[in-house]
């Protein structure tokens, strides 16, 4: 099975399941969104650095519909957004933000920090997503914390998602860096 034409597919679907499974472990949830999770983004990423940047956005973005379920799950259209929102919160907080962890091979022929970089990269532009969702849809809450609000929109869209986002992207990294550096991972990802 090793230089069949199915291997990439075989290894996206475990991927994306592992994803899954993974992102079902939360450390802590928000309410609006967003949470830390287990590594949940780890599997992509390799991914992406084993086969590239095409492949791993096609596995990332079939993800990104795991995660819109999952969000759905959640109470996404409880939210009281309007529908146009809510397609704008479908697209940059789903679609958009999970499909990027595909990105994340950019700089696979870089060597081992190269990877790295390519994951800290993809994964600060899914956290300019939720950004700029914070920004453009979810402006009006301005409720962060019990005794904290702002009625600046940047700040409140950077402290919310940072919240989460800033240690989901620590974790990750640090999973990509301790795996990477595993010499039979070394083999397995440079192997065509």
Excluded at 95 to 102: K, N, P, Q, R, S
Excluded at 147 to 162: A, C, W
Aim: aromatic share 14%; net charge positive; hydrophobic share 55%.
């Amino acid at each position: 099975m090793k230089n069949s034409k199915l291997l990439p597919y075989v290894e996206g679907a475990i991927v994306i399941a592992m994803g899954a499974v993974l992102s079902m472990i939360t450390i802590f949830k928000l309410p609006w969104g967003g949470s830390v999770t287990l590594l949940s983004m780890l599997p992509i990423v390799v991914y992406s650095n084993r086969y590239g940047i095409k492949q791993g956005l096609v596995v990332a973005f079939v993800f990104s519909l795991f995660q819109l379920f999952q969000g759905i799950g959640d109470g996404l259209f409880a939210w009281g957004l309007t529908p146009t929102m809510l397609i704008a919160c479908i697209l940059l907080d789903y679609i958009l933000a999970y499909t990027v962890i595909g990105l994340s091979g950019m700089f696979c022929q870089k060597g081992e920090w190269g990877r790295i970089c390519g994951a800290i990269a993809a994964l600060l532009i899914r956290f300019a997503c939720h950004f700029v969702s914070g920004v453009v849809i979810f402006h009006s809450v301005g409720t962060l914390w019990d005794g904290f609000s702002t009625d600046n929109t940047l700040l409140y869209s950077l402290l919310y998602n940072g919240s989460y986002m800033l240690p989901e992207i620590a974790f990750t990294c640090i999973g990509a860096f301790v795996f990477f550096k595993a010499p039979a991972v070394k083999k397995i990802i440079t192997a065509k």
